[in-house]
């Protein structure tokens, strides 16, 4: 058994008195500017997220438009810009409704006709969208906030390509910008 002499009460003494004399860190939040900084990977030089799959423009994709379907932490599709999903009970015709109250960056409404615009282009680029495409007969508005896309043949994995994650992602885009063809960039 080791014994404690004064040397190291005295030691300890003084460590004690300089942590309570520096005390905590300041730390206050900025109440003034409302500022979120961002630092990319790598430079962004092209906007558009469907002509390009690069992680720098997809994540830039996130931040100026949306989805209809996300992904949760356990992988499983979930619906984001969509409010209802129906599908039909042979598994053809899949009736997607927009949530109410969406709007895009200029405060225009989102409305189903944008949906159909950006997921015609994106089925153009995306191998998954281009098998979704294949397969799929017609994808039309029904009014303001419903479209319906109709299977020609059957294709089981419909949610799973217009919620995934990764890149080339089935952003949705006001229809004015989305009908900008596939092979061409977004400015």
């Known amino acids: 058994m080791s014994r404690v002499n004064r040397r190291d009460v005295a030691r300890g003494a003084i460590a004690t008195a300089a942590a309570m004399t520096l005390g905590a860190p300041l730390v206050s939040a900025q109440h003034i500017r409302q500022t979120l900084r961002f630092v990319a990977e790598s430079d962004l030089r092209i906007l558009d997220p469907i002509w390009q799959t690069a992680y720098v423009t997809r994540n830039h994709g996130y931040l100026v438009y949306d989805t209809l379907f996300g992904t949760d932490e356990s992988l499983k599709i979930k619906p984001q ?107």
């Open 81 to 187: 810009m969509v409010e209802r999903t129906t599908v039909s009970s042979d598994g053809m015709k899949y009736t997607f409704t927009l949530r109410d109250g969406l709007r895009w960056h200029d405060g225009q409404p989102v409305e189903s006709e944008d949906c159909v615009e950006s997921l015609k282009r994106w089925g153009k680029k995306d191998r998954f969208g281009q098998l979704l495409i294949a397969h799929t007969e017609k994808i039309v508005p029904v009014d303001k906030r419903t479209f319906a896309l109709s299977l020609g043949e059957r294709f089981g994995p419909v949610l799973d390509a217009l919620g995934k994650p990764s890149s080339n992602v089935p952003f949705m885009m006001p229809a004015r910008i989305a009908s900008t063809s596939a092979h061409e960039q977004i400015k």
